[in-house]
């Protein structure tokens, strides 16, 4: 007997020694973090690796090599704690497209079964309700840690005063559901204002409210015939979203820059939407596509930043190098969607590219704001001035600038190889499926874009550019949350202001004027305003009350004079 207890007391060993299920909790309630992650550290098959919110802070930890066996996302009412941060619905959709094989498992807030469907449909794994109980969450986590998916599922059995005010109840319970899924495609738009979007969001979260409370009052849900259609659907396949095909990430070099390059292609992954309402070359590209030529250009930069050699003076001149770092990006972008280039093409592409220096140069290069400080600081110059404040290399204030000038460089770099191609290539066949949008495929709309392009051109050289000059300010396009803003940072611009001549120091003017003039306008309209106003009211009304009074009084004096009919024998 003792042997055979001896012979099993290895596999008790093996057992106890097992790998532990890695987890990594994401939710914008920090304190539902702590209480989390609290809970499951008494059990000794888990092991909590990080936690963070929705943020790019969280992304960006998430792709420094970590090891995962499960990703937990708590997901609200699409509330955010700061602007930084992304909702719960956008973080899920971006991961299960960066790392498809990642399993999610998802706690929700009282979701409705279409909201389910949606995360089916996503990939997503596992989910349970953000109030079940610790043995509940504990077991979906195992689930889906081992390969299986876990959905919770709750059943109730209304009451019939339930079942009655539920029938009551009904057309304004389909109202309130039109209603959200009316919102939730507006907010699909991402042309909307951030003050649009502010509302519409509030209001969401009203109504979300309110059908929680009206789906508790009657213990039932209401689905619109198209969920209903998708809950059907759902029972017999579920249908993963389409990952998008990305380009391998760049693997950078031990050196004092990788953090910075690093955070950056997270920024790039997390997605480049326009949301500047200025029209950009690479608006017409697919968004893998765009991403992959940012990569391209970021990581060339890396690996050439080390051959320049160290300025010798404060003010050394990069154009040369960033006509380089341009030129092989777009030769290098050309070859690898149109395919292997002869002698000859290669010599007439090398001839293209030349010639189109200057217009680049022209409509980019020359509205580049903080080159020498940004290469200084690749470079390894210590410090940095920022409106006259020294910060030293490490200091939060500096990284975040020297992150959106590299930003802004990359996002010009891009939209200058963009430009050769659309001033040269735009009509080959192999680019417009390998590269453009699917809207942008007919001749049509490329013309339109082109002409768009054309025309922004020309407000930019005469009136956005010299406006800028005259604020004394530079603008940047920088990466937030996904999406590409606009950056104003003051500068002194003397010397350009004194530089410009014909109708871009026209327009100078006349914002000068306009402003001179402004408030006066302003003071002589409210005055005519009130001029009228008195006139209307004291004049024209008094005088219109003593006709009318008159007129009453006459009336009423010719009724008087009306001999009465005598009354007949």
């Known amino acids: 007997m003792s042997h055979i207890i001896g012979c099993y007391r290895p596999a008790n060993r093996l057992k106890m020694t097992k790998a532990k299920i890695k987890l990594f909790i994401v939710d914008h309630d920090s304190i539902f973090r702590l209480g989390l992650r609290t809970v499951i550290a008494q059990y000794a098959d888990f092991e909590i690796i990080g936690e963070g919110n929705f943020s790019n802070d969280t992304l960006r930890e998430l792709t420094q090599g970590l090891v995962l066996n499960v990703l937990v996302i708590g997901i609200g009412y699409g509330s955010r704690d700061s602007d930084s941060e992304i909702s719960g619905w956008e973080l899920t959709q971006k991961l299960r497209q960066l790392y498809p094989q990642l399993p999610l498992f998802v706690l929700t807030a009282n979701f ?8 089916k449909s996503w990939g997503v794994q596992g989910n349970c309700d953000r109030s079940a109980s610790i043995n509940t969450i504990i077991t979906g986590l195992q689930t889906v840690a081992y390969g299986n998916t876990y959905w919770q599922t709750q059943h109730h059995s209304p009451r019939l005063w339930q079942q009655i005010l539920s029938r009551l109840s009904k057309p304004g319970r389909i109202e309130l559901e039109e209603t959200l899924h009316a919102i939730e495609s507006e907010l699909a738009n991402p042309n909307l204002s951030d003050w649009e979007r502010v509302f519409l969001v509030g209001r969401k979260r009203e109504l979300l409210t309110a059908r929680w409370l009206s789906n508790r ?22 249908i993963p979203l389409a990952t998008t095909e990305l380009a391998p990430l760049p693997v950078f070099a031990d050196s004092a820059n990788k953090t910075i390059f690093e955070r950056v292609v997270t920024d790039i992954q997390i997605g480049l939407n326009n949301r500047t309402e ?16 940012c990569h391209l250009i970021l990581k060339r930069l890396s690996e050439t930043i080390p051959q320049i050699p160290i300025a010798s003076t404060l003010e050394q001149d990069y154009l040369p190098y960033l006509q380089d770092l341009w030129s092989w990006s777009t030769s290098y972008f050309f070859a690898q969607y149109y395919g292997q280039l002869n002698t000859e093409e290669n010599q007439q592409l090398t001839y293209v590219v030349e010639q189109e220096f200057e217009i680049v140069k022209q409509n980019l290069f020359n509205y580049l704001y903080g080159i020498p400080e940004l290469f200084d600081y690749l470079l390894g ?20 600038r020297i992150e959106f000038l590299l930003h802004n460089l990359l996002l010009n770099l891009a939209n200058g190889v963009m430009q050769v191609m659309l001033n040269n290539f735009y009509d080959l066949e192999v680019f417009k499926y390998k590269l453009y949008k699917p809207e942008y495929r007919s001749d049509r709309e490329l013309a339109r874009f082109r002409n768009q392009l054309s025309w922004k051109y020309r407000q930019e050289t005469y009136f956005t550019h010299p406006q800028n000059i005259f604020e004394s300010r530079h603008r940047l396009f920088v990466l937030n949350s996904g999406v590409i803003r606009t950056m104003y940072v003051y500068a002194p611009r003397k010397a350009e202001l004194e530089q410009l001549t014909g109708i871009p120091w026209l327009s100078t003017i006349i914002i000068e004027i306009r402003d001179a003039i402004a408030p006066l306008v302003r003071k002589f309209i409210a005055l005519a305003g009130n001029t009228v106003v008195f006139v209307l009211t004291q004049v024209i009304g008094k005088g219109l009350g003593l006709v009318g009074q008159g007129i009453i009084q006459g009336i009423g004096s010719t009724i008087k004079d009306i001999p009465r009919n005598k009354k007949k024998p």
């Open 112 to 119: 409705s079964a279409s909201q389910l469907v949606k995360l």
């Open 217 to 238: 009052l009657v213990a039932s849900e209401i689905t619109l015939p198209e969920d209903n259609a998708a809950i059907e659907s759902s029972k017999t396949e579920i």
């Open 381 to 400: 110059q210590p410090g940095l001035m920022i409106d006259n404040i020294s910060y030293q290399s490490d200091d939060p204030e500096a990284i975040a």
């Open 278 to 293: 200025i029209l950009l070359e690479i608006d017409i590209l697919r968004p893998e596509i765009q991403k992959s030529l």
